[in-house]
């Protein structure tokens, strides 16, 4: 199957400072990545979608000066955590799909932990 | 009313045992459908897609798509305790974008 690489997979973080994450599709072009989050024993929250050459579309609830999302191109998109506080400290999780009609390749995850 | 909802459990069944997992979906145009699994501190798996109505079958998973009822099932047969985990049903949504919305995940216990 289709890979996705996700990078960290684990980082620590002082209150305040700025974290980034990327996620790669390995073997297909994707011009939609998306972005989850997840706290412990709770679902997967959709934050953004990532979109190739545009802005990224964020859900109701999340703030995108926060989460700064870039999708420079059809393979890599990163989402930087800005000043990063501990209510911050979760599983991020990126996918993407070559087409709206496959499944979609997630990453292998990325626990931060600001402290 | 959630996009995609599923009962959040824990199921718990014997091993040997069929286990059922069931999801309900509020776009009513959506095409996709797929089944996770998920282990704790681990990215979602995929174990199922399913696109037409009907049952389709891999090995010990059967998905079950019922598009006029807004319904997606996934049975398990012969569980094992390796398949207990968390199971997230996804559903990709065709009004306001591409997207994939996940349901809360319903956890499975196979009890050896």
């Known amino acids: 199957g289709a890979v996705v690489s996700q990078h960290p997979s684990w980082v620590i973080c002082k209150s305040g400072t700025s974290v980034k994450i990327e996620c790669r599709s390995l073997d297909f072009q994707a011009t939609t990545m998306f972005w989850y989050r997840q706290f412990p024993k709770q679902s997967l929250m959709l934050m953004a979608t990532s979109n190739e050459g545009s802005k990224a579309t964020y859900e109701q609830g999340v703030e995108k000066d926060k989460f700064l999302i870039n999708h420079a191109s059809l393979t890599l998109s990163t989402l930087t955590v800005t000043s990063a506080h501990p209510e911050d400290s979760s599983f991020y999780i990126c996918s993407a799909a070559p087409d709206r009609n496959t499944e979609a390749f997630f990453g292998q995850g990325t626990r931060l932990t600001v402290v | ?112």
């Open chain 2, 1 to 112: 009313q959630k996009e995609v909802e599923q009962n959040s459990g824990p199921l718990s069944v014997p091993e040997g045992a069929i286990a059922s997992l069931n999801c309900t979906y509020s776009d009513r145009g959506s095409q996709s459908f797929f089944w996770y699994r998920q282990y704790s501190g681990k990215s979602p798996e995929l174990i199922m897609s399913i696109y037409s109505n009907g049952d389709k079958e891999d090995g010990r998973f059967t998905a079950q798509l019922n598009k006029a009822s807004q319904y997606v099932s996934l049975l398990i047969r012969d569980s094992q305790p390796s398949d207990s985990a968390t199971y997230l049903c996804a559903v990709n949504g065709n009004t306001g974008g591409f997207k994939t919305i996940f349901g809360a995940g319903t956890r499975l216990f196979v009890k050896a």
